[in-house]
């Protein structure tokens, strides 16, 4: 078997539902003017590090020394088919996005590409170098794995793939080996819109742009401080995160349930106890959520959001 070959069951074997190779070229000038664009429009909201290393972010080769190819895997992170477990009393809960139904994806993900990683080292040599990116690297990320074959870009702005829809989570190694790279492959929603009328605040605007300060993930997540009246209604009762233009999405209708038996899924956090969270101390939170996605926020933001969720559910009964 060729390398590649030998890459591609070496990551199936670890777990993860696509694979594909794309050189280390920075994205082209269209997609770069249109980041650019939509970071002087201001629809990064409070997120400032959008606005740093943009040079890396567009081009992966700054961020290791002859870079020559990128190595990008998806991991499918739709939650399995199940009866939500009915509630011990009519306690208000908040809704919990798919994906923070699950152990934290980073950790997850980067443990095994550090085993892709020491696999690849130990056919290529030594010599062999490489970094390994997830999320948290200033890398545009879903437009590489376009040019490596793994999906196209939405009208929701995520990456969908035709057989497993747009719950994925990806990582990267980027390396000095040069690698035959893959091929973009069809597919488009030209014809439907109806994840930007299923989106509640309009974050997918009509002429294409995505309005991050709008959109309920970046509200219950990214933003510090007390989120204004107007935005906070349309929160309702989502306490983290937002699933509606996934949920929405023709291509995810279909789509198969996490198959990955090791990525740890809690069947009992789609919808946690308000009530609860809001009795929850620093040591509880900690004990709770180590492992979560959740962590992130913090104590004190899932706090005020499980008081906005109270407000509106209040409001609307």
């Not at 993860?16 to 770069?32: M, N, R, Y």
């Not at 929160?235 to 995160?241: A, E, K």
């Not at 990525?263 to 308000?274: G, M, P, S, T, V």
Request: proline content about 6%.
């Amino acid at each position: 078997m060729s390398l590649s070959q030998d890459i591609k069951h070496k990551t199936i074997e670890l777990g993860f539902d696509l694979l594909g190779v794309t050189d280390a070229s920075p994205i082209d000038a269209e997609q770069a003017e249109i980041f650019a664009e939509w970071l002087k429009s201001g629809f990064a909201g409070q997120m400032d590090y959008m606005h740093k290393n943009l040079q890396k972010r567009l081009d992966p080769s700054k961020l290791l020394e002859n870079a020559q190819s990128v190595i990008v895997v998806g991991l499918n992170y739709t939650p399995p088919k199940h009866k939500p477990k009915p509630p011990d009393t009519a306690a208000p809960t908040g809704k919990v996005a798919g994906y923070a139904q699950y152990e934290d994806y980073h950790s997850f993900i980067k443990e095994r590409l550090r085993k892709l990683v020491d696999f690849i080292k130990s056919l290529a040599g030594a010599g062999f170098k490489s970094k390994i990116c997830v999320d948290s690297a200033p890398l545009a990320e879903r437009a590489l794995a376009v040019r490596a074959g793994l999906g196209f870009i939405g009208k929701n702005h995520m990456l969908i793939n035709p057989e497993l829809g747009c719950r994925l989570f990806l990582g990267e190694i980027i390396t000095d080996l040069k690698l035959p790279p893959g091929e973009p492959i069809a597919g488009d929603c030209s014809g439907c819109r109806k994840c930007l009328d299923a989106c509640p605040t309009g974050a997918l605007r009509a002429d294409g742009q995505f309005d991050a300060g709008r959109c309920i993930n970046y509200l219950t997540i990214e933003y510090k401080g007390q989120i204004p009246p107007g935005p906070a209604e349309k929160i309702g009762d989502r306490l983290f995160g937002c699933d509606e233009c996934v949920v929405a999405c023709p291509y995810q209708k279909n789509a198969p349930a996490c198959r990955n038996k090791q990525f740890k899924f809690y069947r009992d956090r789609a919808q946690i106890d308000l009530q609860e969270v809001l009795s929850l101390d620093a040591e509880s939170f900690e004990a709770e959520f180590a492992e979560s996605p959740i962590k992130r926020l913090g104590l004190e933001g899932l706090k005020r959001n499980a008081r906005i969720c109270l407000a509106n559910i209040t409001r609307s009964a």
